[in-house]
């Protein structure tokens, strides 16, 4: 991660909250999952430090956005910042919303939570989709001593 992390600073900054590109001949060109106009992305706690980010950057690329998060004031920051659809799962189930709305997966996730959320992630990926895993914030927001939650990941190969 920390590569790729690198690699979009040398080809945006950030400035005043926007994402910008360095070289206005350039057109961006993201390193990290490739995502191309037109996928579908998913980013968890979209309005978190990286995630703000990663919606500004999937948005000017030209994909269609989903963001979750977990109030209403954040559900503010996501429509302000592009998302095209915001998932409040305090409100909402993830993992009903994106079977339902979503039915041939997402081609792309940024998950940061882990957990139950990136079980439902993985199941709602798409065919050839792309998983980076930008962090786990529920293994330090509960008891579990573990760095990693045990998934099954026996269906995995059909998957992919």
Known sequence: MIIWIRSFFQHCRIKYGILK????EEKMQPQAARIT????????????????IA????????CHVIGTCSSEEKEKI???LGCDRIINYKKEDLGEVL????????????ETIGGKVFTECLKNLAVRGR???????????TENKEALTKVDLSDLPEQV
């Not at 590109?21 to 206005?24: D, Y």
């Not at 579908?40 to 995630?51: E, P, Q, S, W, Y």
């Not at 998983?131 to 927001?141: A, E, H, R």
């Open 21 to 24: 590109s360095t070289n206005k």
């Open 37 to 52: 106009s037109g996928e579908t992305v998913l980013i968890t706690a979209a309005a978190g430090g990286t995630g703000h």
């Open 55 to 62: 919606v500004q950057w999937a948005k000017a690329v030209g």
């Open 78 to 80: 996501l429509k302000e």
């Open 99 to 110: 079977a339902k709305e979503y039915p041939k997966g997402v081609n792309v996730i940024w």
């Open 131 to 141: 998983l980076l895993i930008v962090g786990g914030i529920s293994g330090y927001k």
